[in-house]
Nanobody, 117 residues
């Protein structure tokens, strides 16, 4: 069992930066791939960034060059560093951890990011 809690969201002006944190508790977190998803009002949830258990990363095109996903396995933490934020980045951001070999998937409750002047 893995529990996830996001933090770091808030209100930021366009062009600003935020760092989201995903704190994980439970065993074997280092075996999990971790994604950040987001969901804007009236829109479907979308994958923003992912980092594998081995440290490989990938991003959706609209955030490439602006967002970075990092993990600190010693602290059971995953971060999403966001820069040059745009109003269209406004959404609730969710942390997701999954290990399909184990058949497990977990979600955090989400953290709100609002980009507005």
């Amino acid at each position: 069992q893995v529990q996830l809690v996001e933090s770091g969201g808030g209100l930021v002006q366009p062009g600003g930066s935020l760092r989201l944190s995903c704190a994980a508790s439970g065993k074997y977190f280092t075996l999990y791939d971790v994604n950040w998803h987001r969901q804007a009002p009236g829109k479907q949830r979308e994958l923003v960034a992912q980092i594998t258990s081995g440290g490989g990363t990938d991003y959706r095109d609209s955030v490439k060059g602006r967002f970075s996903i990092l993990r600190d396995n010693a602290k059971n933490m995953v971060y999403l560093q966001m820069a040059s934020l745009l109003p269209e980045d406004t959404a609730v951001y969710y942390c997701n951890a999954h290990n399909w070999r184990l058949g497990n998937e977990y979600w955090g409750p989400g953290t709100q990011v609002t980009v507005s002047s």
